[in-house]
């Protein structure tokens, strides 16, 4: 249960970093792409869920597949296979860092993303499981 929130606490620092980042640079360059790879490092798969997964540079396609799995999963692990999303929306952050009008439409949603996954994993370790 520690450990659980320990990685709690450093997705979240790493994701305000990234967020701070990306709204604060206008040319977002290598430090908010380090800490896109240091988040995406949080959250890794194996490779048979990464192949599953389309590779999309639909922002949207992927936040409509992370609202389905969450209505899916009501009664059970609400996170289960969304990991997988949020790195691909991630690396859709990365690809597109040079396009300030991009991150100002998307790191606010990337924010609500991560946000909700910490909140059920926060749940889920407050009853032990």
Not at 63 to 71: D, G, R, T, V
Not at 102 to 123: G, Q
């Amino acid at each position: 249960m520690q450990a659980r929130i320990q990685w709690i606490q450093e997705v979240r620092n790493h994701t305000a970093e990234l967020l701070s980042r990306g709204y604060a640079d206008k040319n977002t360059g290598y430090y908010f792409k380090k800490e896109i790879e240091t988040v995406c490092l949080f959250f890794t798969t194996n490779e048979s869920e990464t192949s599953a997964i389309p590779n999309s540079d639909e922002f949207e396609i992927c936040l409509e597949e992370i609202n389905k799995l969450e209505k899916e999963n009501e009664k059970s692990d609400k996170n289960k296979n969304k990991h997988t999303y949020i790195i691909q929306l991630a690396q859709n952050l990365k690809k597109y860092s040079d396009n300030q009008e991009y991150l100002d439409k998307y790191l606010p949603k990337f924010r609500e993303v991560i946000s909700t996954y910490l909140k059920h994993e926060w749940d889920r370790a407050k009853n032990g499981k």
